[in-house]
């Protein structure tokens, strides 16, 4: 996921011609990652990239230990096994774009939300994908598509990942500014997969986030962290997603998560 993050910081450079340093104005900004993402040892480094395996739901389809699993036709790959087949940049391009070496079709992989990871979110992903000692069985054949999810497929509501990701490469929810940039930039890669590019819902009832409105920012903590929403009901998919992947976003992350999505909900219409 290097390419699932190569947006390395850029220095801001220097014209001489003068005898004096001047900045060239379209120098670009820092990009916006996940806390610990400027790691300065391999240690760390791999660490933080362990933390995003969780934070992005890599382990939930890959397995607790990335040797594979089914889901329905699929079979998510053995991904102690397979990416040895993978340079980084090909490894890259496979989760950024949906695009294998082969030109095979990848179905399943949220290629539209990897699309968006910084370089340095990336770079500390593959670094510790490439950690994992090869264990586990070979990846299975995805099975014939049964006839619902082919029906699905020809009308279009399931996509292999590389027309998800041209499709959703210009969306994005609203831009609220540098204060709400760390925020907006966790829903890309995190909550759009359900909640759609825009955060504005899906058709299989996931609603548009400005549900955010009504909560506090302790009520949202339980939410976020184990899934108990307001009002005593009861999730099922929020409820697994909050303990296995968003409890293991930082304070910060949780924070800003929060400040955007209720500014985003505040908004006028």
């Known amino acids: 996921m290097r390419g699932l993050a190569i947006g390395l910081l850029l220095l801001s450079a220097c014209d001489r011609n003068a005898g004096e340093d001047r900045p060239i104005a379209d120098a670009k900004p820092a990009a916006i990652t996940f806390e610990g993402a400027d790691y300065t040892d391999a240690a760390a480094k791999t660490a933080h990239g362990e933390r995003l395996t969780r934070v992005l739901g890599c382990r ?20 102690t096994r397979d990416l ?26 949220p290629s539209e939300l990897f699309q968006h990871l910084s370089g340095p979110d990336m770079d500390a992903l593959i670094t510790h994908l490439r950690t994992l000692k090869p264990s586990g069985g070979p990846t299975q054949p995805r099975l014939p598509w049964q ?16 027309d998800s990701v ?23 890669v995190t909550c759009a997969e359900c909640h759609g590019p825009k955060l504005e819902g899906q058709p299989n009832g996931n609603p548009d986030l400005v549900v955010a ?31 296995s992947r968003f409890s293991h976003l930082t304070r910060k992350e949780r924070d800003a998560l929060y400040a955007y999505l209720k500014a985003r909900a505040d908004q006028p219409e």
Request: with cysteine; charged share 30%; glycine share 12%.
């Open 147 to 162: 006839p619902d999810a082919a029906k699905l497929i020809a009308e279009g509501k399931i996509k292999p990942a590389a």
């Open 60 to 79: 939930g389809c890959h397995g607790k230990e990335m040797e594979g699993k089914r889901f329905y036709e699929l079979y998510a790959s053995n991904l």
């Open 166 to 188: 041209k499709e959703t490469r210009n969306l994005g929810p609203a831009d609220l500014g540098e204060a709400h940039a760390l925020g907006r930039y966790i829903t890309r």
């Open 213 to 243: 409105s009504g909560y506090t920012r302790e009520e949202f903590e339980r939410l976020i962290t184990q899934g108990i929403p307001t009002g005593g009901r009861k999730l099922t998919l929020m409820a697994s997603v909050a303990k």
């Open 84 to 109: 040895a087949g993978y340079s980084d940049e090909q490894l890259e391009r496979l989760l950024r774009e949906g695009v294998r070496p082969s030109k095979s079709d990848v179905w399943g992989m």
